[in-house]
């Protein structure tokens, strides 16, 4: 039962334009999302996160939105750089019994130059 | 000077043997984890231990044994390994455990396990 979902595997995005890149999830008792990058031979490192209680959280060029009543987080990265070709998986904290982390497939993003 | 790290990086091995993969961290956290990446590049949690006690075992196989000597080290062994065990293993690090103000995870690179 996949709880955190990355719906489309890859996106394409000219270099200078906005990158957005979605992801849903079930369980509407998670508290916590964070978007984590990762390239290749190597493993995820932390990006952004945001807590349920906000609806934004903005970090330089990324900014991630969180719409609870439609159990919905994208990340917007703007404007986009061929350093940022990586693939991006959305997570979510659970908060039944010990804490953690729930990932989604990830979604791969190539930005062009 | 690699905050995580993990040996080997690459395994390929035979149905039936018995393997180690390391993992070590450099960065002074109290929590570990290992995390297990399939075919379907879906991400999920094994284990995971704070100060050398195990806080997290999801529903693995009783052939999975993790192993951590100290804080800065854990360890996944793997016995009579069967060909579903081909995965990307990932180990990670963080400060405190999830839902911890410091709770950011740190990953290592990864093993590539391949069970022929």
């Known amino acids: 039962d996949q709880q955190v979902k990355q719906n489309s595997p890859s996106l394409s995005v000219q270099e200078g334009r906005i990158s957005i890149l979605n992801c849903d999830y079930t369980n509407s008792m998670f508290d916590y999302f964070l978007w984590y990058k990762k390239y290749p031979a190597e493993g995820p490192t932390f990006l952004i996160s945001?807590?349920?209680?906000?609806d934004k959280n903005e970090d330089g060029r990324f900014t991630v939105f969180l719409n609870k009543s439609a159990k919905h987080l994208s990340l917007h990265i703007v404007p986009s750089q061929p350093g940022d070709s990586a693939v991006y998986f959305c997570a979510a904290r659970t908060t039944s019994g010990t804490y953690k982390y729930i990932f989604g497939t990830g979604t791969r993003l190539k930005v062009l130059a | 000077d690699t905050a995580v790290s993990q040996t080997p990086k690459y395994l390929v091995t035979q149905m039936g043997n018995d393997k180690s993969i390391k993992c070590e961290q450099n960065l002074g956290h109290d929590t570990m984890y290992w995390y297990k990446q399939d075919s379907k590049k879906f991400l999920k949690i094994m284990f995971s231990?704070?100060?050398?006690?195990?806080?997290i075992n999801e529903t693995v196989p009783n052939r999975f044994s993790p192993k951590s000597p100290d804080k800065a080290h854990l360890n996944l062994h793997i016995n009579s390994l069967e060909l579903g065990d081909s995965a990307v293993y990932f180990c990670?690090?963080?400060?405190?455990?999830?839902?911890?103000?410091?709770?950011?995870?740190?990953f290592g690179p990864g093993t590539r396990l391949l069970v022929l």
């Open positions: 231990y704070n100060n050398k006690e195990l806080i």
């Open positions: 945001i807590s349920s209680i906000k």
């Open positions: 990670a690090s963080s400060q405190d455990v999830a839902g911890g103000p410091r709770e950011t995870q740190y």
